[in-house]
């Protein structure tokens, strides 16, 4: 099987963020909460202070004021074409994306594009967590819990920070918009550095 990150990865953009403006355009009320989200930026990435988690929950909230699946629905009916190039050319029916976005936006694709979808379980209307946001060491968690035995064969994304999962597949790439490249171990430890 090969295994896919998703914004900036598979996608054009950040999925979520898109999602979020999306929201605004459709659901005026959700720009009631535009100072708590930016309050929550400036506190997590600025003062470093709670967990992305924490700093996710808070920036969901909008979400009390949309139309749950139906948006998400509405949303991919538009946003589709955001899916690159390079992958419509690799797909194979046993292809699993593993994102840190939220399951409830990711899981309309499972029958759109034919993949399974592991990404962080959010509740789609409190925006509350079930678990850990999946990223980093926890993509690996939550692959070996669906397929314990899995065997990867090629991974691709647009982040280092994907290291625990690149180390587990045959190939690795980093991907920047339309190119492949072949993942280079060292990279991340030369981020660690500086």
Not at 65 to 81: A, L, M, Q, S, T
Not at 88 to 103: F, G, Y
Not at 104 to 111: R, S, V
Not at 144 to 173: C, M, N, Q, T, V
Request: glycine share 6%; charged share 30%; proline share 3%.
């Amino acid at each position: 099987m090969n295994v896919y990150d998703f914004d900036e990865t598979i996608y054009h953009g950040d999925s979520t963020r898109h999602f979020f403006f999306w929201c605004f355009r459709h659901h005026p009320k959700t720009l009631l909460y535009v100072p708590l989200i930016g309050f929550s930026t400036l506190r997590y990435y600025a003062f470093h202070i709670g967990t992305k988690t924490e700093f996710k929950e808070r920036m969901y909230r909008f979400l009390k004021v949309i139309n749950g699946e139906e948006d998400v629905k509405r949303f991919w009916r538009e946003k589709i074409g955001g899916i690159k190039e390079f992958y419509r050319k690799t797909h194979r029916d046993d292809d699993v994306i593993i994102s840190a976005s939220p399951e409830f936006l990711l899981k309309p694709l499972e029958d759109k594009l034919h993949i399974t979808v592991i990404a962080s379980k959010v509740d789609i209307r409190t925006g509350k967590y079930d678990g850990l946001n999946c990223y980093h060491a926890e993509k690996v968690k939550r692959f070996r819990e669906l397929y314990p035995d899995g065997h990867i064969e090629s991974f691709y994304s647009d982040s280092y920070s994907d290291e625990p999962l690149a180390l587990l597949a045959d190939k690795a790439y980093i991907v920047k918009g339309e190119e492949l490249n072949d993942w280079d171990f060292n990279q991340h430890k030369k981020n660690l550095r500086t």
